[in-house]
């Protein structure tokens, strides 16, 4: 089976040539057509329901490969699982994770050789794909049984009357696992062990001998110069073209560690800051010129709980970040707060406004100032998801206590100008997870399609 796609190729110098001989590489499947069918045929006829495609949800999804980095990553690993985020354990990182005190949520396997059924690790549940040998299943009977999207697979099927699904990511098992995950409804993933190359020699953060013989190539990519299997340097490549149509999709995904994949996914994703502020500043300039926009002001509407839940006082000083119209911090100065605005665009404040002083700037490159206050309504969700951090700890670093409003669903308004306008869309878990980071003390509340959050130290 030839796998998707491959650009591989290796450079091969002859003694006294002046250039190298490019050769190209195409990668092949290390498992037979028919051995691969023969798999589907024989574990499909298994008394099992198959897995099919269930509804969103707010669950979060800790892919953990088998990369040298995700030795580094460990405690953080254990984090996420102590708070309730679910751990896929890809092939042999089920054995690593359980011997380093992880209990793994879930193993993925799909490799089809008989050697991997050495693989099976300790995990609340396993999910094996249909092409793997049937040994797998012999020795991990209760395990769950999915099908992954080859041509050819369902002419290998029995009868079958219940829904199921096809999972496609191109015949990696990390690419596979993200599928895996989005049909499993999990719409935010965080990704360990990742690396797509070497480190001292090692492709592995462990040993595994089956890997042993792997032939190798010099990658170049961005000035830094890897070690990979040509099947880890395939991976690299079409990660990214899977993680983006997940984004698509309405996934959020994070890449941790370091190596080649990491590297390749942090470039994708890089925007110079002057490049990001400059495109920000613009966007929002056109909406605020749309009398509609402006129609109405969340931040206004939400004066009277914030100042009762951050036991607010004539006097006190207030930061609103993301100010707006200024009809919100218009409310708290008639209250008798001092308050300063933050906000990007330079004409969004309404002209019975103009006397609330505004700061302009981006939020994630804040002007040095604190309050004893903060107040956020209808801002975060419009950050763009990689600068979301930056701008909780800035804003945590000014204030002492910040009331949030945030929605969780797409916006509308947008259209007018042919741009999304929430760039960070997600469930209320994973903003909890997000303010939890900057604050000790988080009160939310979820209600439809937005949230509140009462931050404190």
Not at 4 to 15: A, D, G, L
Not at 99 to 110: K, V
Not at 408 to 436: F, N
């Given at each position: 089976?030839?796998?998707?796609?491959?650009?591989?190729?290796?450079?091969?110098?002859?003694?006294?040539?002046?250039?190298?001989?490019?050769?190209?590489?195409?990668?092949?499947?290390?498992?037979?057509?028919?051995?691969?069918?023969?798999?589907?045929?024989?574990?499909?006829?298994?008394?099992?329901?198959?897995?099919?495609?269930?509804?969103?949800?707010?669950?979060?999804?800790?892919?953990?490969?088998?990369?040298?980095?995700?030795?580094?990553?460990?405690?953080?690993?254990?984090?996420?699982?102590?708070?309730?985020?679910?751990?896929?354990?890809?092939?042999?990182?089920?054995?690593?994770?359980?011997?380093?005190?992880?209990?793994?949520?879930?193993?993925?396997?799909?490799?089809?050789?008989?050697?991997?059924?050495?693989?099976?690790?300790?995990?609340?549940?396993?999910?094996?794909?249909?092409?793997?040998?049937?040994?797998?299943?012999?020795?991990?009977?209760?395990?769950?049984?999915?099908?992954?999207?080859?041509?050819?697979?369902?002419?290998?099927?029995?009868?079958?009357?219940?829904?199921?699904?096809?999972?496609?990511?191109?015949?990696?098992?990390?690419?596979?696992?993200?599928?895996?995950?989005y049909a499993l409804g999990y719409r935010v993933m965080h990704c360990f062990g990742y690396d797509s190359s070497h480190r001292d020699g090692a492709g592995h953060a462990f040993k595994q001998t089956l890997n042993d013989g792997d032939p190798c190539?010099?990658?170049?990519?961005?000035?830094?110069?890897?070690?990979?299997?040509?099947?880890?340097?395939?991976?690299?490549?079409?990660?990214?073209?899977?993680?983006?149509?997940?984004?698509?999709?309405?996934?959020?995904?994070?890449?941790?560690?370091?190596?080649?994949?990491?590297?390749?996914?942090?470039?994708?994703?890089?925007?110079?800051?002057?490049?990001?502020?400059?495109?920000?500043?613009?966007?929002?300039?056109?909406?605020?010129?749309?009398?509609?926009?402006?129609?109405?002001?969340?931040?206004?509407?939400?004066?009277?709980?914030?100042?009762?839940?951050?036991?607010?006082?004539?006097?006190?000083?207030?930061?609103?970040?993301?100010?707006?119209?200024?009809?919100?911090?218009?409310?708290?100065?008639?209250?008798?707060?001092?308050?300063?605005?933050?906000?990007?665009?330079?004409?969004?404040?309404?002209?019975?406004?103009?006397?609330?002083?505004?700061?302009?700037?981006?939020?994630?490159?804040?002007?040095?100032?604190?309050?004893?206050?903060?107040?956020?309504?209808?801002?975060?969700?419009?950050?763009?998801?990689?600068?979301?951090?930056?701008?909780?700890?800035?804003?945590?670093?000014?204030?002492?206590?910040?009331?949030?409003?945030?929605?969780?669903?797409?916006?509308?308004?947008?259209?007018?100008?042919?741009?999304?306008?929430?760039?960070?869309?997600?469930?209320?878990?994973?903003?909890?997870?997000?303010?939890?980071?900057?604050?000790?003390?988080?009160?939310?509340?979820?209600?439809?399609?937005?949230?509140?959050?009462?931050?404190?130290?």
């Open positions: 089976m030839h796998l998707p796609y491959s650009n591989t190729q290796i450079k091969h110098w002859n003694p006294g040539a002046s250039m190298p001989l490019i050769l190209p590489v195409h990668l092949i499947c290390n498992t037979s057509d028919d051995q691969i069918m023969g798999n589907i045929r024989v574990n499909s006829r298994l008394p099992k329901e198959w897995v099919k495609v269930e509804r969103e949800h707010d669950g979060i999804a800790i892919l953990c490969g088998s990369g040298p980095s995700i030795a580094d990553d460990l405690n953080e690993i254990r984090q996420r699982q102590s708070i309730g985020q679910k751990i896929f354990a890809l092939n042999g990182c089920a054995e690593y994770l359980y011997d380093n005190g992880i209990i793994p949520d879930y193993q993925c396997i799909i490799d089809a050789r008989i050697e991997t059924a050495e693989l099976i690790g300790p995990a609340k549940r396993h999910l094996f794909a249909s092409q793997v040998h049937p040994e797998c299943f012999m020795r991990q009977p209760d395990a769950d049984l999915w099908h992954l999207q080859v041509g050819g697979i369902e002419a290998q099927f029995p009868d079958y009357d219940l829904p199921y699904a096809l999972i496609g990511g191109a015949a990696s098992v990390g690419n596979t696992a993200l599928c895996l995950a190539a010099l990658v170049d990519f961005d000035g830094k110069q890897y070690i990979a299997s040509l099947t880890m340097k395939l991976q690299a490549e079409k990660f990214i073209d899977t993680a983006h149509a997940l984004e698509a999709a309405g996934c959020t995904i994070e890449v941790h560690g370091s190596g080649l994949l990491p590297h390749i996914w942090e470039r994708q994703h890089l925007i110079l800051p002057e490049e990001l502020e400059a495109a920000e500043k613009t966007k929002y300039e056109a909406m605020w010129s749309i009398p509609g926009y402006r129609h109405y002001a969340p931040g206004e509407h939400h004066v009277a709980a914030a100042f009762d839940a951050l036991s607010m006082a004539k006097g006190d000083e207030l930061l609103d970040f993301g100010c707006g119209t200024g009809r919100g911090a218009a409310k708290f100065i008639e209250l008798g707060l001092n308050v300063i605005g933050i906000d990007l665009a330079e004409n969004s404040l309404d002209p019975n406004c103009r006397h609330v002083p505004v700061l302009h700037a981006p939020l994630w490159n804040m002007p040095d100032v604190t309050a004893k206050h903060g107040y956020c309504t209808d801002v975060m969700e419009h950050i763009p998801t990689e600068k979301v951090d930056a701008v909780l700890n800035g804003i945590s670093t000014r204030v002492e206590g910040c009331y949030f409003n945030i929605s969780t669903q797409p916006d509308a308004m947008g259209a007018m100008i042919g741009q999304p306008l929430h760039l960070t869309v997600q469930p209320a878990a994973w903003w909890r997870e997000k303010l939890c980071k900057y604050w000790p003390n988080v009160e939310m509340h979820a209600d439809g399609g937005e949230l509140v959050a009462i931050c404190k130290r």
